[in-house]
């Protein structure tokens, strides 16, 4: 703004200074044209009516005419040693702040008589009049100018830093631990991206805090299990009448069970110090009958205490690829369902089967089956059928969902087949099929 003040000044002073000049050289064609006292009285008053003066001097320095009186400022000019002034004329007085006059002056010969200076001049103060406006014009310029930059930058700076302030509190909702966050992505540049990176950082750490509750779930179901056979066989061992063969096999069966618990926690204490959150699945080829004899002989007193018989059809011939502890859990928690889900006097089966290109374990029972419309549910996380059955047994509705993901993992389907009051079966299907003499394969 401050250039381009000083230019348009100094454009319009040299303007002026150029009109000024132009204007005496009018007067000299003038003169030039024809020289006489009248020319030069009509020329003065001429001059007498506009805001500029006139000063025609002769070469010897006597005044000849003059618009105006002239006065200290205009002597100051006219006393001043003049250069070879060209034809065109010359600028003598252009600095308008300091001196009164700016002033041009213009050579005239009309005969060798009659030859001299036209001196024109003009008032500072007029020119000053000038600037004011101008300075004036510019000040309104300049406050509208910061108006319209003050207006900007508020709303640019508003655009600017609410999707910062929507980032902070985003990410202050994450320290105070609650990460289903949304951040909205309002941009494509850098602050877009921020808000994309905080947005998969919430994502991430929701996905582990879910991670981590059903892993803590998974775990306290494992442990769960092992805990109540070792208290139900527990209970009967302490038995008074019991005769000391049978309280030995409780007691064997104690034993083992605080075994696995002591594997299980052996295996979470390394998975801690590995911070993984998954169970690592190692297999190795069990067969089957002996598996499933040894896991029998575990639960039949529990079936046996509530009166329902065990039955276990199982070819010594079978063979599978499995990590059996975590098989194990699978049976256990089938046949934990079994138990809780059926009354007295009936009968569970666990029976292996071959077919073609698979093996199929079942579990079966004669209890009070799941009613079809539940069906697709009862492997969901955390799903009950009928709350109030439920609630007599005791569970959480996790242990078909983790049936189910211990199978998959695998290698293995599982699928249910149940009639209301006639009973259920959940079948463990393994596609390859491993023999005893013939290695994998078939
Ligand atoms: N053999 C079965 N007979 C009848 N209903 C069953 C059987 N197995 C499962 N269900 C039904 O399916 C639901 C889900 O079973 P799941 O094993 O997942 O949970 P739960 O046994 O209730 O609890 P948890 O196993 O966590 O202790 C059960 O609530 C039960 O109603
Ligand atoms: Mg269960």
């Given amino acids: 703004m401050i250039y381009l003040h000083n230019k348009v000044i100094h454009s319009r002073i040299n303007q002026e200074l150029e009109s000024l000049k132009a204007r005496g050289n009018s007067h000299r064609d003038v003169l030039e044209i024809t020289y006489s006292n009248s020319t030069l009285q009509h020329i003065a008053l001429m001059e007498s009516h506009t805001d500029t003066d006139v000063v025609i001097m002769n070469t010897r320095g006597d005044i000849l005419i003059s618009s105006e ?52 001049f003009k008032d500072t103060r007029d020119v000053e009049d000038l600037i004011a406006q101008l300075n004036r014009h510019f000040l309104f310029a300049i406050v509208l100018l910061l108006f319209f930059m003050i207006i900007t930058i508020y709303f640019l700076s508003k655009a600017l830093t609410r999707p910062l302030i929507a980032m902070k509190e985003s990410t202050t909702k994450l320290s105070k631990g609650n990460f289903s966050v949304a951040v909205p992505v309002r941009s494509h540049d850098e602050l877009g991206e921020l808000a994309q990176s905080i947005q998969s950082l919430a994502n991430e750490l929701n996905y582990l805090k879910k991670e981590r509750n059903e892993f803590l779930a998974s775990i306290s179901h494992e442990l769960r299990t092992p805990l109540t056979y070792i208290k139900g066989y527990a209970d009967i061992a302490r038995r008074k009448e019991l005769d000391a063969s049978e309280r030995s096999r409780y007691l064997e069966i104690i034993h083992d069970e605080s075994q696995r618990l002591n594997r299980l926690l052996d295996e979470l204490f390394n998975m801690a110090r590995m911070d993984v959150n998954t169970f690592t699945i190692s297999k190795e080829t069990i067969q089957l009958s002996k598996f499933l004899q040894t896991i029998h002989e575990k639960v039949l007193p529990a079936f046996t205490n509530k009166k329902i018989q065990l039955h276990l059809v199982c070819k010594d011939h079978l063979f599978l690829d499995i990590d059996p502890s975590r098989f194990e859990q699978v049976i256990l928690n089938l046949l934990d369902n079994a138990l809780k889900y059926s009354n007295e006097y009936t009968v569970t089966t666990i029976k292996a089967t071959e077919s073609l290109s698979s093996i199929s374990i079942s579990i079966i029972d004669q209890g009070v089956g799941i009613p079809s419309e539940d069906i697709p549910h009862i492997f969901d996380r955390l799903y009950r059928v009928e709350k109030s059955r439920a609630r007599d047994t005791g569970g959480f509705g996790l242990g078909l969902s983790i049936v189910k993901q211990l199978v998959e993992v695998q290698g293995g389907t599982i699928s249910v087949k149940s009639n209301l009051e006639q009973g259920t079966c959940f079948i463990i299907t393994f596609k390859e099929i491993k023999y005893e003499d013939s290695g994998s394969g078939r």
């Avoid at 006219?78 to 034809?87: A, F, G, M, S």
């Fill in 69 to 120: 009186k002239v006065n200290g400022g205009m002597k100051k000019i006219l006393e001043k040693n003049l250069p070879q002034v060209p034809r065109k004329g010359l600028i003598i007085q252009s600095s308008w702040k300091d001196e009164r006059y700016i002033a041009t002056v213009t050579p005239f010969i009309s005969d060798k008589k009659n030859e001299g200076y036209i001196y024109m």
